[in-house]
Every structure is written in C-alpha cells, then in structure tokens.
C-alpha cells in the first residue's frame, strides 16, 4: 500500500514539473546563427537588467512575411519611491513566465490568427516603469527601471533579421499597451520602410495627476517622451500626440472591457492607496473610460475602439483585465473578434464596437 500511495505521489510530483516546464518555467532556445523560420528564440541582452538586477531577455519569432508585430508585455507600474521598494506587490520584477505568454493570444500559430505569419518582436515587462525608463532608483534597495534602454539596445540588435519590412503593427497589453502609446513614435522611427503604421492599445487606463513627475524623476525616462505628459491621462496624452506628429499615417486603435477589474485595484490605490476592487470602483471605471473614449473621438477622429465584456462576475459586473495574450479572437458577442478588428484596421477598415456598454447600467 505505501508502494502505491509513493508512485502516486512521484506521478503527481511529476506532472506538475511538467505542467511548470511548459508553462511558468517554459524557456526558448537562444538564437545562434540565423533565426529559423516560426520559431521562438530568447534574445541575450547585453547589460540589459530586470528592475531586480537580474537578466533580461527578448523574445523573437521570424515570420515568413514582410511585417513586423512590435508586441510590449505588461504587469503592474511603479508610480512612486515606494511602489519601487514593494516589487512584487505592484509590479513584475523579473522574467519569470514571460517566454510562455508570448506563444498566447496574439503570438499564437492557430490556424485563424491572421498574424501568424508575421516577425514578433516581443519586449516582455520585468522595470516596473512602462517600458519607459533609463533610470536606476537607490533606496532601501536597488531597483532599475531601465525598461526604455532594455527596449531600445533590444530591438536595435535584432533589426538585422528583418531587412526593411513594409508593415508595423505596434501594440501590447496593461503595462504594454500603455508602454504601446508612448514609444510608438519611437518604434515607428526604427522601421522607417513600413508605410503601413498601426498602433493598438489594449487595456490601459490609469488616471494619475504625476504621471510627468513620475517620469522624469523616478524612471528618467526620455525627454520627448515625457514631455506629452501633461494631463492625468497618460494614454490620452501620448495617442493624442502620436496623431498630431504622424495624422493619417498611422491607424490609432483602442481596447478595454467595460468595467476592467484589475486597472480599477490600481485605480484605487492611486486614489486611496489601497488596492481594491467592488461594483463602486467599477461603476467609476467604466464612467471614467466612458470620458476616455470621448477623449480620443475628439482629438483623434478616425480612431477605432472596441469596449469588450469577459468574464463579468455576477454580482459586482467588474469584468476581464487584458485580451490580446489571450482570449483575442473570441467574438465577445460583436461581428469581429478583437484579434481580427485589429487585422482589418491594418488594412484600412477601422470599425467601432462597443460603445453601448459605457452607458450600461445596474
């Protein structure tokens, strides 16, 4: 009997090794030589860090056409000298997991993902500072949110695999979609032959009177960018200007779930400094994405938007934070999925869906 009960427990031991090896603890190989083509590599740095002193790496798939998916990967911000020194309780720290999200959602090889074909270059999220800074904060600890140098060095050492692509889609998801509107100037500006520019921000809306501040003193991050930070909308500000600078040459879009459950516990803490989550928050996250909608009708009128509902709890209607990684071509009840609303803007049908979830009350 105890013979039984051990091969049991060995088999149980051991499928959960698996389960984590390919999941959380899944890892590419390192590129050496030339990419092979729809495979995933992991991309050695040079002095590129997580905020916790540890590597960083990029992740990268050579398609078989001439376009190029510039992908940022989100989790959490730091805002503050003391969101910096709370690490894990606000933000993703190091590399753990991200090489299994990026085959997900949009980076997936199915059959019906129109971007399959496509070079990624996947930027995953390990500074705490939306891809945006050059900084080093010295406090209590050391905490280097050098996520905008890590990007850069990156994507100036893997250009050489791609030639001179005639496509560019910009986008990403929490962390990444915001990072997604302040660096799609600068991404747009390394792959001057793409003449077909669209830039897609998912699930990113965090109102916040220092963003300026917190970008120039805690995650130094580059004047140009910085400088479009003027309102308590960081999104708003940077599409706003991506538009103003770039007008018709880039296709701008934007996505959210209606009352999106993980940005009102960030929303809260902003306001309150507690993260929570209940129908109140919700209530104010969706009357204040309402106001961000309008926002970017106003200022960026060919702008397309796609308000989602997943996963809505049952009592306090807060719904799903993020889609892109995941769930991104599930139809969420539209004529489209999210996924393929990204696809047609990319060849000029630019559609709005959703709209009257802003309005929907209980």
Request: net charge negative.
């Amino acid at each position: 009997m105890l013979i039984i009960i051990a091969v049991i427990i060995l088999a149980i031991a051991l499928g959960i090794f698996i389960f984590l090896k390919l999941t959380f603890f899944k890892t590419f190989p390192k590129l050496e030589g030339e990419p092979e083509i729809g495979k995933w590599y992991d991309i050695p740095v040079e002095s590129a860090k997580s905020s916790d002193g540890s590597e960083w790496h990029g992740i990268f798939r050579k398609g078989t056409k001439n376009k190029v998916v510039v992908y940022f990967f989100g989790g959490g911000v730091s805002i503050t000298p003391e969101t910096s020194e709370g690490g894990t309780e606000f933000f993703a720290t190091n590399m753990m997991a991200q090489d299994f999200v990026a085959q997900g959602g949009i980076g997936s090889n199915a059959e019906d993902n129109p971007f399959k074909d496509w070079s990624f270059i996947v930027i995953p999220y390990a500074t705490g500072d939306f891809h945006a800074g050059t900084g080093i904060y010295e406090g209590k600890k050391t905490v280097y949110h050098t996520g905008y140098s890590n990007y850069s060095a990156y994507v100036e050492q893997i250009k050489q695999y791609l030639g001179e692509p005639d496509t560019l889609l910009v986008t990403g998801f929490s962390a990444g979609g915001f990072a997604a509107s302040l660096l799609a100037d600068d991404v747009i500006d390394r792959f001057p032959s793409a003449e077909n520019v669209t830039v897609c921000v998912d699930s990113s809306l965090l109102l916040y009177d220092g963003w300026h501040d917190t970008a120039v003193n805690l995650w130094k991050s580059p004047i140009e960018i910085s400088d479009r930070l003027t309102t308590n909308n960081l999104v708003l500000d940077s599409l706003t200007a991506l538009h103003k600078k770039r007008g018709d040459s880039v296709k701008i879009l934007f996505d959210c779930s209606y009352r999106d459950d993980t940005l009102m516990q960030y929303q809260s803490y902003i306001n309150s400094g507690k993260m929570d989550k209940n129908k109140e928050l919700g209530d104010n996250f969706q009357r204040d994405l309402k106001e961000m909608v309008n926002g970017l009708q106003t200022n960026i009128p060919d702008v397309g938007i796609y308000i989602w509902c997943y996963g809505e709890d049952a009592n306090t209607h807060n719904t799903q934070h993020t889609i892109i990684s995941a769930n991104v071509f599930d139809k969420l009840g539209n004529d489209r999925s999210v996924g393929e609303w990204i696809y047609a803007a990319v060849n000029g049908d630019i559609k709005t869906y959703g709209l009257e979830l802003l309005d929907k009350t209980f």
